[in-house]
């Protein structure tokens, strides 16, 4: 049995662009959610049925390779299929396509339910994989893991607070804020000039509304490796490659 692919247009309209023209990451971000909570919608796993089973869905970890982001205007598709799961682990896939069908990003995400009684990791239900017709199996692609910052490396720091609008439906950070932090610590002619080739990004404690954060880089000219934190505790790890236009 081969998981169901699901597709729809879209169109990269200002908002979702940064000043070079180009979909920022958390963008791209917000559209892989976006294409994958449509098709839950659409197979009838809307959030309201899945809140009914007293959990809800958290990504854990990203991985994502870029040749390209898209700009302004540009017509793309989205595509995702849930590929694979078992008791406690989804792994799903994602493309966003060009009008001449060029992969212009690939992504793959490792997401788990969250019991909402405990705060804490839950028994997938089965109900829940049904409908995708994913694979059963016990053993998931592991996703490559981002780099530990040194201790005694140089470090950028940026503190940022979060607000109620920050919040998703699960009482956390949507995750694609978490981008937006990540990359802000970088200058600004940096991020003119240089794009992603390919972010490893690990969640490992839940961020919420009130939290004072740190978002943290170790730059070079070609990777940067950041965390988030509050307080002592690491919120998130990513590693991102770089390359110039």
Do not use: C
């Amino acid at each position: 049995m081969s998981a169901q692919t699901y597709t729809e247009p879209h169109r990269v309209v200002y908002y979702e662009a940064d000043d070079t023209g180009h979909l920022t990451v958390a963008m791209l971000i917000n559209l892989l959610v976006l294409v994958s909570d449509d098709q839950s919608s659409a197979l009838g796993m809307d959030t309201q049925f899945i809140n009914s089973l007293g959990v809800g869905w958290v990504v854990t970890q990203y991985h994502l390779q870029i040749t390209r982001l898209p700009k302004l205007g540009d017509q793309v598709t989205l595509k995702t299929k849930a590929t694979a799961y078992n008791r406690y682990f989804a792994y799903r896939e994602y493309w966003l396509v060009d009008a001449q069908g060029e992969t212009l990003a690939y992504a793959e995400g490792i997401w788990v339910t969250m019991s909402y009684a405990t705060r804490k990791i839950a028994t997938i239900p089965t109900e829940l994989m049904a409908p995708y017709e994913s694979d059963q199996t016990n053993r998931l692609p592991r996703l490559p893991r981002p780099e530990r910052l040194d201790p005694a490396a140089t470090t950028v720091v940026k503190p940022y607070t979060v607000r109620y609008f920050d919040i998703d439906n699960n009482g956390h950070v949507n995750n694609a804020h978490y981008f937006d932090w990540l990359l802000d610590t970088l200058p600004a002619e940096f991020l003119r000039t240089h794009r992603p080739t390919d972010i490893r990004i690990r969640f490992e404690n839940e961020v919420k509304y009130g939290h004072q954060v740190a978002s943290e880089v170790v730059p070079t000219a070609t990777k940067t490796q950041h965390q988030i934190k509050v307080g002592n505790t690491i919120a998130a790890l990513a590693t991102v490659a770089w390359t110039t236009d």
